[in-house]
């Protein structure tokens, strides 16, 4: 996938600050234990000083340099050996004084050998969803501040069922696909009228998602659309698309009751492309079933359907609750 020069800036700057990390860290367990033990520290000394015999030996050529290269081998497995048992007697694991990269694969340089290793790769992934998301009301909604005092606690005769105790299984389930999203084998499907709670835990969703590293891009349908559609036809440099295939978790927020067929077919290639990828993705939309099927057709519909895990949303408009809430004081 393409990225412009600013996300690939953020992402190697992220790297670089991970390395430096890396660095002074060791330097401050190394500082610390050869305080604690001399001998720790002479043999850190001998062992540089067998790689530079080594290399004078290589370089200057002449004489038996196999056999003194050997022996210099030999010293430093010696040596090696020594420190890992000093260490181990004296409490501490033998490779404490290795550097603890982020990662260990490409020690925080962002490439494996010739090919760039996955860390850079999610990292890209965050910084260009961080550059998609400018804006958006992401860091407003939280588990912890949605309310399910606002459903009712009883049958009101609008419903044959305790819409609190159904919505508290819809509040788990999605708490339960956040927690576990590094397993996530499945999409979401929302549906409820406006003003249930669908934009507030697919938001919470997002966030905690977010704080375990990885990219979300969240928007209304109309804006991925009209974005995707500016690419489509070169108005706008096309980057924006890829991170909507490309992306840890897409949430496409309020899919409308109209559609261009521009649109429907972009949800289509949307859910198409990110299903062979396995890569989840939450749709909520104030429809129906039986509107949704209407108004997207069957081929989206059956794979909404078939694919997505269904959260039907039930209750009293959330917003007009609070108000009433705030004009009584806090009741209801």
């Excluded at 494996?112 to 790769?121: F, M, Q, T």
């Excluded at 992306?247 to 429907?264: H, K, R």
Aim: glycine residues 6%; charged residues 25%; aromatic residues 10%.
């Amino acid at each position: 996938m393409p990225y412009d020069a600013e996300v690939f800036a953020a992402a190697t700057a992220r790297l670089e600050q991970r390395r430096s990390q890396a660095h002074e860290e060791n330097e401050r367990i190394k500082r610390q234990l050869y305080n604690k033990l001399p001998r720790l520290a002479a043999i850190e000394r001998e062992l540089a000083n067998t790689g530079v015999t080594a290399a004078r030996e290589i370089i200057g050529g002449g004489g038996d340099t196999k056999g003194k290269i050997e022996k210099l081998r030999q010293e430093n497995l010696a040596l090696q050996a020594e420190r890992a048992e000093l260490l181990v007697e004296n409490g501490y694991p033998q490779g404490l004084l290795d550097v603890n990269y982020f990662c260990q694969k490409c020690k925080d340089t962002g490439y494996a050998g010739d090919s760039v290793c996955d860390c850079l790769r999610a990292l890209l992934r965050e910084e260009a969803c961080k550059v998609a998301n400018a804006g958006s009301p992401l860091p407003l909604f939280t588990f912890d501040s949605f309310d399910l005092s606002y459903y009712p606690d009883t049958s009101d005769g609008k419903y044959d069922f305790n819409v609190r105790w159904h919505m508290e299984k819809v509040f788990s389930h999605c708490k339960s696909f956040a927690a576990e999203f590094k397993h996530a084998d499945t999409s979401l499907l929302m549906l409820g009228k406006t003003g249930l709670g669908k934009t507030h835990l697919a938001l919470s969703i997002a966030n905690a998602v977010i704080e375990q590293g990885y990219g979300v891009i969240y928007d209304t349908a109309q804006n991925i659309f009209m974005k995707m559609e500016d690419e489509n036809y070169g108005r706008t440099e096309k980057k924006y698309t890829f991170s909507v295939f490309d992306c840890d978790l897409l949430i496409i927020d309020e899919l409308p009751d109209f559609a261009s067929p521009f649109s429907i077919n972009s949800l289509y290639n949307i859910i198409n492309t990110r299903m062979l990828r396995k890569l989840p993705m939450i749709v909520s939309t104030n429809l129906t079933e039986n509107e949704l099927a209407a108004r997207y057709g069957e081929r989206i519909f059956s794979r909404l359907i078939g694919q997505f895990t269904l959260l039907k949303f039930f209750g009293n408009d959330i917003r007009q609750l609070k108000l009433r809430r705030r004009s009584n004081g806090g009741a209801i």
